[in-house]
C-alpha cells in the first residue's frame, strides 16, 4: 500500500496557476473546451471515491443554427417560441445548439472499509457548454467542468486506521468534441474529440496530480419522446507529480423519457473504471433515476434535476455507495455567432433584443 502524499507545495501552487491558465487560453482561442473531475486515486485512499457525475446533466453542446428534424424539429426555432419540454430536450442533448451552465452538488456516502461505516463526500460542479459551428455542416462542442470544491475523506497521515476529510479544489477536465450537425446526421448524436484533466486541485487528496488526456466520444438518437446514448471518456497520465501512473474511464448513459410542461425521467449516474485498480476495486456500476423539469424565470428557461444513487458495484476501499445530486441548468444567450470558417460574419457578446436571446 503506498504511502501517503505530502501536503500541497508552492511547486503545486504553480501548478494550479498553469492548469488554470491552458484551459482559459483553450476557451480564447478555440471558442469553445469538458468531463468529470476525479479525487486522487492513491492506492491509500478512494480509487475514484469522489469522481464527480459530472457529465449527469449534459447540457446543451454545439450544433449548427438551423432547423433540426425528427426529434430536433424545434431546435432551430426562436427561443420565445420553444415550448418548455423543448427547451428539456435540448439541455439534456449533448449535442443540441443552446449554450448553458450547469451546477452540480453531488452528495456522496463512502465506505472507507468493509464495515466500516459512511462517511460523507461531495463535490460542487461549474460546467459551462459552449457550442460552435465551424461551418454548416460541423460543430466544435467546448466542456469545460472545473470543480468549485471536493471534500474527500481518506487516511488519516501517519494513523492509516483514522479517518479524516480534505476540502479543496479539484482538478480541471476539459472535453472538446467535433460533432456533425443534423444536415448530414438527422436525429442520430456524435461526437469525438480529445478530453484533458488538468492537475489544479489544492490538495493531494482533492485531485490525481497527473496531467491526463485520452479520447471523449458521444453516440445517441433523440426522438420525439426519449433519448438514449452514451458519453464516455478514457485517460491516461503522462506527467505530473510521483512515478505513479493513472488511468480511468468515465461512461455516462443519456437516457430519459419527456413529459409535457417541461418534464422528463431518467437515468441517473456514471459508469467509473480505475484501470490501474486489481480486483473489485475497479468498477463503479450505479443504478439511478432522475427527475427534471424546466421552468422559466423571466424569459430564462433553467433546468431543475433531483437524482439519487446506488451503487450496486463498488470499490471495497473508500467506495461510493450513495449519492444524491442536484443540478441546476441555466440557459445562457449565444455569445458567438457564426461559423468559424467564415471568421468575417461571426457575432460576439449578447444578442440584440429579439434576436435570439437565449
Not at 33 to 52: E, K, N, W
Not at 182 to 201: H, R, T, Y
Request: charged share 15%; aromatic share 8%; hydrophobic share 40%.
Amino acid at each position: 500500500m503506498s504511502s501517503i502524499a505530502p501536503a500541497p507545495s508552492v511547486e503545486r501552487f504553480s501548478r494550479l496557476q498553469r492548469a488554470v491558465a491552458i484551459p482559459a487560453l483553450a476557451l480564447l482561442v478555440a471558442a469553445a473546451g469538458c468531463a468529470t473531475p476525479r479525487a486522487r486515486v492513491d492506492a491509500a485512499a478512494a480509487p475514484l471515491s469522489a469522481v464527480a457525475a459530472s457529465e449527469a446533466a449534459p447540457g446543451a453542446a454545439a450544433g449548427a443554427e438551423t432547423p433540426h428534424r425528427g426529434g430536433r424539429s424545434e431546435e432551430g426555432a426562436p427561443p420565445e417560441k420553444k415550448s418548455l419540454t423543448e427547451f428539456n430536450k435540448e439541455l439534456t442533448n449533448p449535442v443540441s445548439s443552446l449554450w448553458s451552465i450547469t451546477f452540480q452538488q453531488n452528495n456522496y456516502l463512502v465506505s472507507p472499509s468493509p464495515g466500516g461505516g459512511l462517511r460523507y463526500s461531495g463535490n460542487l460542479l461549474f460546467q459551462p457548454v459552449l457550442p460552435v459551428s465551424i461551418n454548416e455542416d460541423w460543430n466544435l462542442i467546448t466542456r469545460p467542468v472545473v470543480p468549485v470544491f471536493v471534500r474527500q475523506p481518506h487516511p488519516e497521515p501517519g494513523a492509516a486506521a483514522h479517518v479524516e476529510s480534505t476540502t479543496g479544489f479539484g482538478d480541471v477536465t476539459l472535453l472538446q468534441l467535433v460533432s456533425p450537425s443534423p444536415n448530414l446526421v438527422g436525429d442520430w448524436l456524435l461526437g469525438l474529440g480529445p478530453s484533458w484533466i488538468f492537475p489544479s486541485a489544492t490538495s493531494d487528496f482533492t485531485g490525481q496530480g497527473k496531467w491526463q488526456v485520452g479520447p471523449g466520444a458521444i453516440a445517441g438518437y433523440l426522438s420525439e419522446k426519449w433519448i438514449a446514448g452514451a458519453l464516455v471518456q478514457d485517460w491516461i497520465s503522462y506527467g505530473g507529480s510521483g512515478s505513479r501512473r493513472t488511468s480511468s474511464m468515465n461512461l455516462q448513459p443519456v437516457l430519459a423519457y419527456f413529459l409535457p410542461d417541461g418534464w422528463s425521467v431518467g437515468y441517473s449516474g456514471n459508469v467509473l473504471a480505475n484501470w490501474e485498480a486489481k480486483g473489485s476495486d475497479v468498477w463503479t456500476v450505479p443504478l439511478g433515476l432522475s427527475v427534471a423539469k424546466v421552468v422559466k424565470v423571466g424569459p430564462l428557461p433553467i433546468r431543475i434535476a433531483l437524482g439519487g444513487q446506488y451503487m450496486v458495484v463498488q470499490p471495497e476501499t473508500y467506495g461510493q455507495r450513495w449519492n444524491v445530486q442536484v443540478t441546476l441548468a441555466p440557459v445562457l444567450p449565444k455569445l458567438i455567432r457564426g461559423n468559424l470558417t467564415e471568421p468575417s460574419g461571426l457575432e460576439f457578446g449578447l444578442p440584440k433584443r429579439g434576436a435570439g436571446a437565449p
